[in-house]
């Protein structure tokens, strides 16, 4: 059964930080494009970041550029978002999503993967 997993959310004040993983089982990640996304209450699901398993290709919206940070653990069939500098902005379900693209690149458009999991909670308040 193919699954990916996120976990690491929870309650931080603004300006904290965070790390969210997205562990893959069923399946190996090589070869995937592997992207974070968000939503927020009352608004559409935003691409946050995105990484190439195979190829090494990053991807940030403007909105995180310089605060979060996209990596990969091919070994443990894992990525990682680690969240800097956390704003209330940045409250939502963060959701991991992973496609199998031998030769392309990573998009920031969640019609683009096929594989999503469930989710986690990040809330940004004091």
């Known amino acids: 059964q193919l699954q990916l997993v996120e976990s690491g959310g929870g309650l931080v004040p603004p300006g904290g930080s965070l790390r969210l993983s997205c562990a893959a089982s069923?399946?190996?990640?090589?070869?995937?494009?592997v992207g974070w996304f968000r939503q927020a209450p009352g608004k559409e699901r935003e691409g946050v970041s995105c990484?190439?398993?195979?190829?090494?290709?990053?991807k940030y919206a403007d909105s995180v550029q310089g605060r979060f940070t996209i990596s990969r653990d091919n070994n443990k069939n894992t990525v990682y978002l680690q969240m800097n500098d956390l704003r209330p902005e940045d409250t939502a379900v963060y959701y991991c999503?992973?496609?199998?693209?031998?030769?392309?690149?990573?998009?920031?458009?969640?019609?683009?993967?096929?594989?999503w999991g469930v989710g986690t909670q990040v809330s940004v308040s004091s």
């Open positions: 999503a992973a496609v199998r693209r031998p030769f392309g690149t990573c998009l920031l458009l969640g019609g683009e993967y096929t594989n």
């Open positions: 069923g399946f190996t990640l090589d070869h995937h494009a």
């Open positions: 990484t190439h398993m195979s190829r090494g290709i990053l």
